[in-house]
């Protein structure tokens, strides 16, 4: 059975301070996906990692993507409050055919403190 | 571009009656559309994957009497959960996949807005 599991579950920052979200998974894989999600919404897309040292950088935000060790990161640069969200990263497992089913992970509640 | 919508965007219904939910791709014809399911607190859990003209696949555990999917063409699936009860209030997201061709093709999926289910 594929897991996917982050680390932390729960994150509180102060604005400013830097940390690292992490992203375990259990199969073969080459793309995973980072996505935000604020209380009562949808998901919006982050990043899309395709493959191994993968890294992609918006603003405040980098993603990384280790296939050998199925590891990604997810880095905050001096945290600011609009970054507090839920943050998820999912992975689509290789050779699942055609469907490109996604395998959430846990999810990562990001808390940034003034 | 890549816009999915939903609708209703959160209803309440009385227990013992269904609830239909529209997905709609707006501007792509998307062949597959995937139903996810998200709990208060907790990540997104898959519940079915919906192809276009063919019967959805629902993974283990999910109820495919009790949550119909139809995908009936490109830019539309419903979701209808049926004979609903409090334990079926929920989250209810919706994707869509714009299939470029090719087994190793580079799929993105495009996430609804949700659907808030309440049932009293």
């Known amino acids: 059975e594929l897991k996917v599991e982050q680390n932390p579950l729960f994150l509180s920052m102060q604005e400013g ?4 979200i992490y992203c ?3 199969t073969t894989s080459d793309r995973l996906y980072w996505y935000r999600q604020d209380p009562g919404k949808s998901l919006e897309s982050l990043f899309v990692l ?3 040292g993968a890294v992609k950088q918006e603003g405040r935000l980098m993603a990384s993507l280790d296939t050998k060790a199925r590891l990604s990161t997810l880095h ?3 945290a600011v409050h609009d970054l507090s969200a839920t943050y998820f990263c999912a992975v689509d497992p290789l050779y699942s055919g055609a469907t490109n089913k996604l395998i959430f992970g846990t999810g990562t509640l990001l808390a940034v403190q003034p | 571009g890549a ?8 209803v309440i219904c009385k227990s013992g009656t269904s609830v239909k939910i529209e997905c709609r791709s707006l501007d792509f014809q998307a062949t ?7 709990f208060p607190k907790q990540s997104l859990m898959l519940m079915a994957t919906s192809n276009e003209g063919s019967k959805a696949t629902y993974e283990q555990g ?8 139809n995908h009936a063409s490109l830019t539309l699936s419903t979701l209808t959960v049926t004979s609903a009860h409090p334990e079926d209030s929920s989250f209810y997201i919706c994707s869509a996949t714009l299939l470029a061709g090719g087994f190793f093709t580079y799929n993105e999926q495009f996430f609804g807005p949700g659907t808030r289910l309440t049932v009293l």
């Open chain 2, 3 to 10: 816009v999915v919508s939903q609708h209703p965007s959160w």
């Open chain 1, 76 to 78: 905050i640069t001096a």
């Open chain 1, 24 to 26: 375990n998974y259990s």
């Open chain 1, 50 to 52: 395709l493959s191994n």
């Open chain 2, 62 to 69: 999910v109820e495919k009497d009790k949550f119909l999917i």
């Open chain 2, 32 to 38: 597959t559309m995937f139903w996810y399911r998200q």
């Open chain 1, 17 to 20: 301070k830097n940390y690292t």
